[in-house]
């Protein structure tokens, strides 16, 4: 290796911002995390701020001067905004335009009508696995969870039965699939490849849905006999359109982001060629920016001209998509600032250091990290931020396929028991008319169940691949 190249390498390691030893390190993510814990779950502080206050806390408790932690802190937020938040914003542009389409009826009408009896769980994991693809989880819960209310109640069928499977296909969408929020912000903090990611995602995706969809319901109707609260069942999203678009248009437009990526993947496959014309047409209109910027662009064509949405109430529903992210997009930010500051401070090269005595597996850690910071915050996004960051350098030596393994292991860990400091726990619980006692036995553990599945088959697929 030349002067020149070692010079280079050496430079894109960053200095660490304190001298602190392992032991002074290991504090200050305690206490770090501690803060952030204590803000949001007994001060009820938005995550944003105690995200904030949490990375400042931890470069105070690691004996790193203050600007130098303000200064990594708004480097980790600026390289993870400008990462994702393109993706996260034209992502809830496109589930704006589903839903306000009437899109998103057609295809729960579409297929409802399909079903009959004992099929209808299934039924219920396909829409919600469909619709969740290009939705938040928030969104997906106030778009979806309506429908099962109004098919429990129409059909006469048990609620626990079509609800937990269409939570569970929006949660494992959420926590698996990109271009979700969390498996995004874990793709970019591991540098992993993002085609392999979706199709491995997915991958694991398909037997963790049916295991926690439709097979635990059985058990959760037993546990819980939950009746329809009429109170929650609102007007359908589409009633005043005059005409929606049809089904195979939709499915198209939800699926063509996702259809894109994979279709870069396979070409990096096939071809392994950087210089190669396809191949580099492929990396243009893969890359997740420019699946989901075609995506809205062609849903304005197949959703919003189709419900005969004008060019003003076109601009209208892009303004009020990206509206309620700002939130999210802060959160975001900040997790990637608290990421920046614990590997600043030379905490990722600590856990590398101690972790090469360690028998545990990489991915197990990963695991493990996501589902104590998942118990502690509360918040899936957090926690796969937080876990990202920590076990970021562990990462480098991996191979394309582990490194999108140990991205799932971590998504699989946050979303391991959402309890009452989870706001998806409330939201759960007042649309079904839940007790906390019931949305412990059916959401919570329907949480668990996804993670330690997920994560089992993240570790069974490292072991074959």
Do not use: C
């Amino acid at each position: 290796m030349t002067r020149l190249s070692v010079e280079m390498l050496a430079a894109d390691v960053p200095e660490p911002i304190t001298s602190a030893g392992h032991a002074q390190l290991g504090i200050a993510v305690l206490a770090g995390i501690a803060v952030i814990v204590l803000l949001i779950t007994k001060y009820k502080l938005h995550a944003f701020l105690a995200l904030t206050i949490g990375s400042l806390a931890l470069g105070a408790f690691a004996g790193a001067p203050l600007d130098k932690a303000i200064s990594s802190f708004s480097a980790g937020l600026g390289s993870t905004v400008a990462g994702v938040g393109v993706l996260i914003a034209l992502g809830a542009i496109l589930g704006k335009m589903l839903a306000d389409s009437g899109g998103a009826d057609q295809i729960v009408d579409t297929i409802l009508a399909k079903a009959k009896g004992r099929t209808m769980p299934w039924a219920m994991v396909l829409i919600a696995s469909v619709i969740g693809l290009p939705l938040f989880f928030e969104v997906g819960v106030v778009l979806l969870i309506p429908v099962v209310l109004i098919v429990a109640k129409r059909g006469n069928f048990s609620l626990m039965r079509i609800g937990i499977p269409a939570l569970a296909g929006l949660s494992v969408m959420h926590g698996l699939v990109p271009p979700h929020p969390g498996p995004l912000v874990a793709i970019d903090a591991l540098s992993a490849n993002l085609g392999v990611t979706l199709a491995l995602g997915v991958l694991v995706a398909i037997p963790t849905v049916v295991i926690a969809g439709p097979l635990f319901a059985k058990y959760a109707d037993r546990w819980v006999d939950a009746q329809v609260p009429d109170r929650m069942i609102p007007q359908r999203a589409s009633e005043d359109l005059e005409k929606r678009p049809g089904f195979g248009p939709t499915l198209f437009t939800i699926l063509l982001p996702v259809v894109l990526m994979l279709g870069r993947a396979l070409v990096e496959i096939a071809i392994d060629d950087p210089e190669n014309g396809v191949q580099r047409v492929f990396n243009v209109i893969g890359s997740p920016m420019m699946a989901l910027l075609v995506s809205v662009l062609v849903g304005i064509f197949t959703l919003g001209m189709p419900a005969g949405f004008s060019k003003d109430r076109i601009s209208q529903l892009v303004e009020k998509g990206l509206a309620p992210i700002a939130g999210m997009l802060l959160i975001v930010g900040a997790g990637g600032g608290f990421k920046q500051t614990l590997i600043d401070s030379g905490v990722g090269q600590m856990i590398m250091d101690i972790s090469k005595d360690w028998s545990i597996p990489t991915l197990l850690l990963g695991w493990l990290i996501a589902v104590a910071i998942r118990l502690a915050t509360g918040s899936a996004t957090v926690a796969t931020i937080s876990a990202a960051g920590l076990v970021a350098p562990l990462a480098a030596d991996l191979s394309t396929t582990h490194a999108a393994l140990l991205v799932l292991a971590i998504g699989a860990g946050s979303i391991f028991f959402s309890h009452v400091n989870d706001a998806g726990f409330w939201l759960v619980k007042e649309y079904f008319g839940l007790s906390v006692g019931q949305t412990i036995k059916t959401w919570s553990v329907m949480e668990t169940i996804i993670s330690v599945v997920a994560g089992g088959l993240v570790l069974l697929l490292s072991l074959v691949i």
